[in-house]
């Protein structure tokens, strides 16, 4: 393979295109998996029978009234599954349980002629129950020691002598939600077996592969024997990476067995009841600061709400522990990490991948600090960059670490953070019932699968007679533009236009063992893989070129779909044209592609190595209006600044810039999961299970003036034409909108006090921040409050801001 970063003249790469698919989404033509039924004739429709109960035992179940019912064909039981009765990968997750684990869970499946029939038979399916006491909250799962999978410890240097010997030192704990995916689609699956025995499963899946394997296992085949495609996503954000196995086994047993094509599409409700969610947090921490704000020591639990299986819950754990840092130096460190086990739906993965979850916790800590500290927190944050020379916490060498101060100030300058300051204090001077602030935040996100295993990828590339060329890579596409993307690295690589290329549905029997697509990493595996493939064609074309130019091999060009010499200006190809002539020398136009990361090691047993090829770094400057009657708030103006190196297609990374600075920004202060925590009969019961009472963000949440830059002079060395992954590291940039709430909601009382803001930070938890400022600000104690001296930590807990105030003052 040439230099992997390195760009040929005019590239396709860097070009700002639409996306591949654009016209069909607008349109309302792009076949998504469940549009597929209609292709296939006399497919059965498969409804869940979910549990009423958080936890309790099947003692009994009778599934012939189901099938009294008109159109009822099939019931599906752990007695028909001819091979594992499980849908994961960790052998906890079984597809038809004996033992319900969650409200909603499903133990069984009514297969019917129409949707409405199964729904009827679901209905009538007799279950009996014994109910078991259930865990909910992860203050309940700690109290009884409820835990699954290890538990995980990063470390560097002695937290506790750092702690000691700190001049200021703070303890605290913080508890935060977790997040819907809400994709735009639910999951989806159909299944069919031909007349050979072949199992094909359409599937909506971030990781073909794998739920290849798990239909495989569930069937008791040989994975040679199922194939699974996936189409495209109607969004997936994680949620589809590990959950879709479960429903693509439910649909292909229910081929298998009645020989007839099978579909399963979750509705709204049943997806947000069924399926797992970003992982809620806990973390108890106590850090310990020098005269100048210099973060000399950390010390953390972090808990995770597992739900009720394991899942992805280990490797998110994992990220959640290496993202702690976030982009600050910290000399001596400990940070432990547990999984709760909940009577929840499996939380699984999501934008981040825990990442967001252990950055959060740090930068609250610092939002919280600083007041007391008496340092602006976006003086407090740069004081603790990473410097060039200094490794994380597991041992990783932060490599263009000066990229965070380079786009620090470039931030500041174009969002005019000096000047928008002092016209906030003119207005918060002025207003006594609505306050302003504006937060700027960084983001240092480390790329790369922490499983070593799963940083490859392969590819298969086809090039036919008249020059037009075919793509099949690992990858799968779910809005994000991974399609496109592959397009623009092929047309470069092969110098032809863009439209010369096409991107096949992702298959497992074009490329088989792929990775999911997930981790950020997609483009850089994919890309690779796709790389590889092209350019193993072109060294094949360039040797017919050469001959019929007579010149050498390597100073054959291809540029814009023609091939010619270095100096040639008379003299040159069509590539249709050397197409057809490989083929009549019997050259082959195909390839298959590979590309594995160099560079990784990662030890989970002692969490320490070198688990990411590089970090994308970013910042944003985000500025918010609060209501102090209400604690309702306008975001009115958000800036960022984000390292994309140099960016395959700045058009699609632009999308996914603005699109995850917005999910991120609604789980930290919209997005709020309810479930019924009462001994009720409903006790577990998912109480946001649509969008009526689940709030995601809409245009009125947006922003009102979004700018966007990308940051220049940025190649990657290490990765596909100099670029670097987009699809998480956005989302953390959202925590400017946080800090600026906290900053707003400190401003209605007295300076020097920490904000207790709640996760997510809703109008209602951001009213509760307003009143606890204002109850200081009537405080006879309210007076600035000093930065506590050695010794016992100061608490920044639980204790309500006006008592924290007066506390940290007494402990000078």
Known sequence: ?????????????????????????????????????????????????????????????????????????????????????????????????????????????????????????????????????????LTEAIEQGSFQGNQLTVSRGDAETGLAAARHRFSGDFEFGGQEHFYLETHAALAHVDEGGQVFVQSSTQHPSETQEIVAHVLGLHNHEVTVQCVRMGGGFGGKEMQPHGFAAVAALGAVLTGRPVRVRLTRTQDMTMTGKRHGFHAGWEVGFDDDGHILALRATLTSDGGWSLDLSEPVLTRALCHIDNAYFVPDIEVRGRIAKTNKTSQTAFRGFGGPQGMLVLEDILGRCAPVLGIEPTELRRRNFYAPGQTTPYGQPVRHAERLVAIWDLLHDRAEVGRRRREIARFNATHPHLKRALAVTPVKFGISFNFTAFNQAGALVHVYKDGSVLVNHGGTEMGQGLHTKMRQVAATALGVPLDFVRVAPTRTDKVPNTSATAASSSADLNGGAVKDACEQIRERLAEVAARRLNIHPDDVRFTGGRVTGIGFTDRDIAFADLARDAYFQRVPLFAAGYYRTEGLHWDAGRMQGEPFKYFAYGAAASEVEVDGFTGAYRFVRTDIVHDVGDSLSPLIDLGQIEGGFVQGAGWLTLEELVWDVSDGARRGRLATQAASTYKLPSFSEMPEELHVHLFERATESGAVYGSKAVGEPPLMLAFSVREALRQAAGAFGPAGRTVELAGPATPEAVFWAVQQAREAAASPAAEPAAAPAAGPAASLGAEPAASLGADVGTRR
């Open 1 to 137: 393979m040439r230099s992997l970063a390195e760009r040929p003249e005019s590239p396709v790469v860097g070009v700002a295109v639409p996306h591949e698919s654009a016209a069909l989404h607008v349109t309302g033509a792009a076949l998504y998996t469940d549009d597929l039924v209609g292709r296939a004739p006399g497919a059965l429709h498969a409804w869940p029978v979910q549990a009423p109960h958080a936890h309790a035992r099947v003692t009994a179940l009778h599934t012939a009234p189901a099938l009294e019912v008109p159109g009822v064909v099939r019931v599906l039981t752990a007695a028909d599954v001819p091979g594992v009765n499980d849908a994961g990968v960790k052998g906890d997750e079984p597809l038809f349980p004996a033992e319900v684990m969650f409200y909603g869970h499903a133990v069984c499946w009514v297969l019917g002629e129409s949707l409405e029939a199964a729904r009827l038979g679901a209905d009538r399916v007799q279950v009996e129950y014994a109910p078991l006491p259930s865990v909910l909250t």
